[in-house]
C-alpha cells in the first residue's frame, strides 16, 4: 500500500537571495504537491508522486531528489513535449514569501487522467491534490477525474487550496473551480487568507462544506490559531511559536504531517468517520501537524525545510 498519492504540479524555486547588494537565485525542487510527498516520506511514511515534468535539467533534477528523498517516482512523467515549470519566489524579511511563475504550456499541464493507472488508485490510502491543477482547463479536467476517480477506488481525497492568484488567466474565476474541487474531497484546508481573497472577508464555508461532504475542514491562520471543522464538532488548536525565516513549505509541511499520520491510523476511507469520532484524535493530529508546520517555516526551502519525525522530538514545542 502507498499511505499518500501527491498529485499535480512538481517544479523548480528560484529562491531569491541577496548578497552584497545583488540578488541572486538558487534553484529547488518545489511544488506544493511534490513538497507533500516528500514531507511524508520525510517522517517515515510511503508516498508516490503522480505528475510530468520536461526532459530537461531542470525535471532531471525533480525526480532524482524525489526519488532521493524516498519518494515512489514510478508515476512521474517526463516528456519532451514541455519544459518543466519554474517559480521565482522572493522573501520579506518575516519570511514571507512572494511569486512569479514561469507555466504557460509547461509540462505539468499536460498530464492526463489516463496517465494513472487504476492499480495505483487501488494501492494508495489517501490521494492528495491541489488548486494549481486548476487554472486550466485542460489540467482541470485532469484533476477532477483524477478525483472522482480515486473516490471510486476507496481512497481518502485530500485538497490544500495553496491559492496563487498570479497562476490564474484573467478570464478564470478561481472560485467556482476551487469551491467545485472543495466539494468533491474529504479533507480540504484553506488558509484564512485565501478563504477572504477568494470569498471575502470574514468567509465561512464551514456550513455549506460540510453538508456537501467534507469530513474535515481545516483553516490555518499563519502563527494564529488553527480551526478544524468536522460533521460533529469545531477543534481549536494554537501552533508553536518559532521564528519563521521561510514559510515557503510551511503550509505543505503541515499538510504533508497530517496525511503522514492518517495514513498509519487509517485504512480507508470509510475508516475515517470512526477516526473522527474517537475523542482526540483531531487534536492530536493537528497538534502534531502544527509542529511540522513550524519546522518547515525555520528553515529555508522546500525539499530540504521538510522535518524528519526525529528532527521534530525536542526542538518543536508541542503547543504555542
Same mark, same amino acid.
Request: charged content about 20%.
Given at each position: 500500500?502507498?499511505?499518500?498519492?501527491c /498529485?499535480?504540479e512538481?517544479?523548480?524555486?528560484?529562491? $531569491?537571495?541577496?548578497q552584497?547588494?545583488?540578488r541572486?537565485?538558487?534553484?529547488?525542487p518545489g511544488?506544493?504537491?511534490?513538497?507533500?510527498a516528500?514531507?511524508?516520506?520525510?517522517?517515515?511514511?510511503s508516498?508516490g508522486?503522480?505528475?510530468?515534468v520536461?526532459?530537461?535539467?531542470f525535471?532531471?533534477?525533480?525526480v532524482?531528489?524525489?526519488?532521493?528523498? $524516498?519518494?515512489d517516482?514510478?508515476?512521474?512523467r517526463q516528456?519532451?513535449?514541455?519544459?518543466t515549470?519554474?517559480a521565482?519566489? =522572493?522573501?520579506?524579511?518575516?519570511?514571507?514569501r512572494? /511569486?512569479?511563475?514561469?507555466?504557460?504550456?509547461?509540462?505539468?499541464?499536460?498530464?492526463?487522467?489516463g496517465?494513472?493507472?487504476?492499480?495505483?488508485?487501488?494501492?494508495?490510502r489517501?490521494?492528495?491534490?491541489?488548486?494549481?491543477?486548476l487554472?486550466t482547463?485542460?489540467?482541470?479536467? =485532469?484533476?477532477?477525474?483524477?478525483?472522482?476517480?480515486?473516490?471510486?477506488?476507496?481512497?481518502?481525497?485530500?485538497?490544500d487550496v495553496?491559492?496563487?492568484q498570479?497562476?490564474?488567466?484573467?478570464?478564470?474565476?478561481?472560485?467556482?473551480?476551487?469551491?467545485?474541487?472543495?466539494g468533491?474531497?474529504?479533507?480540504?484546508?484553506?488558509?484564512?487568507?485565501?478563504?477572504?481573497?477568494?470569498?471575502?472577508?470574514?468567509?465561512d464555508?464551514?456550513?455549506n462544506l460540510l453538508?456537501? $461532504?467534507?469530513r474535515l475542514?481545516?483553516v490555518?491562520?499563519?502563527?494564529?490559531?488553527?480551526?478544524?471543522?468536522s460533521p460533529?464538532?469545531?477543534?481549536?488548536?494554537?501552533?508553536?511559536?518559532?521564528e519563521?525565516?521561510? =514559510?515557503?513549505?510551511?503550509?505543505?509541511?503541515?499538510?504533508?504531517?497530517?496525511?503522514?499520520g492518517?495514513?498509519?491510523?487509517v485504512?480507508?476511507s470509510?475508516a475515517?468517520n470512526?477516526?473522527?469520532?474517537?475523542?482526540?484524535?483531531?487534536?492530536a493530529?493537528?497538534a502534531f501537524?502544527?509542529r511540522?508546520?513550524?519546522?518547515?517555516?525555520?528553515?529555508?526551502g522546500?525539499f530540504?525545510?521538510?522535518p524528519t519525525?526525529?528532527?521534530?522530538?525536542g526542538m518543536?514545542p508541542e =503547543?504555542?
Open positions: 500500500m502507498t499511505d499518500v498519492l /498529485f499535480g512538481a517544479l523548480i524555486d528560484m529562491r $531569491g537571495e541577496t552584497s547588494g545583488r541572486r537565485y538558487i534553484p529547488q511544488g506544493a504537491p511534490a513538497n507533500v516528500v514531507g511524508v516520506a520525510r517522517l517515515g511514511g508516498s508522486f503522480v505528475g510530468q520536461g526532459v530537461d535539467v525535471g532531471s533534477d525533480i532524482s531528489a524525489l526519488a532521493g528523498y $524516498g519518494v517516482v514510478s508515476l512521474t516528456t519532451t513535449e514541455a519544459m515549470a519554474l521565482f519566489v =522572493t522573501l520579506d524579511h518575516e519570511g514571507e512572494s /511569486f512569479a511563475f514561469y507555466r504557460n504550456g509547461t509540462a505539468d499541464l499536460l498530464y492526463e487522467s496517465m494513472c493507472p487504476d492499480e495505483a488508485l487501488d494501492k494508495a489517501i490521494v492528495h491534490v491541489c488548486s494549481n491543477t487554472t482547463p485542460d489540467i482541470r479536467k =485532469t484533476t477532477f477525474a483524477m478525483m472522482r476517480r480515486a473516490r471510486e477506488h476507496g481512497c481518502l481525497v485530500s485538497f495553496n491559492y496563487r498570479a497562476l490564474w488567466p484573467d478570464d478564470e474565476v478561481p472560485a467556482q473551480h476551487i469551491l467545485k474541487a472543495a468533491m474531497a474529504d479533507i480540504v484546508k484553506f488558509s484564512r487568507e485565501e478563504l477572504e481573497a477568494l470569498f471575502g472577508e470574514g468567509a464555508l464551514s456550513g453538508k456537501e $461532504g467534507v475542514l481545516l490555518s491562520d499563519g502563527a494564529g490559531p488553527l480551526h478544524a471543522y460533529d464538532r469545531k477543534v481549536t488548536v494554537q501552533p508553536p511559536t518559532v519563521a525565516k521561510d =514559510t515557503t513549505a510551511a503550509g505543505d509541511s503541515f499538510v504533508a504531517g497530517l496525511l503522514y492518517l495514513g498509519r491510523q485504512a480507508d470509510m475515517f470512526d477516526w473522527l469520532e474517537k475523542p482526540g484524535n483531531i487534536e493530529a493537528l501537524s502544527a511540522c508546520g513550524a519546522f518547515a517555516a525555520m528553515h529555508y522546500a530540504e525545510a521538510l519525525f526525529d528532527q521534530l522530538q518543536i =503547543t504555542g
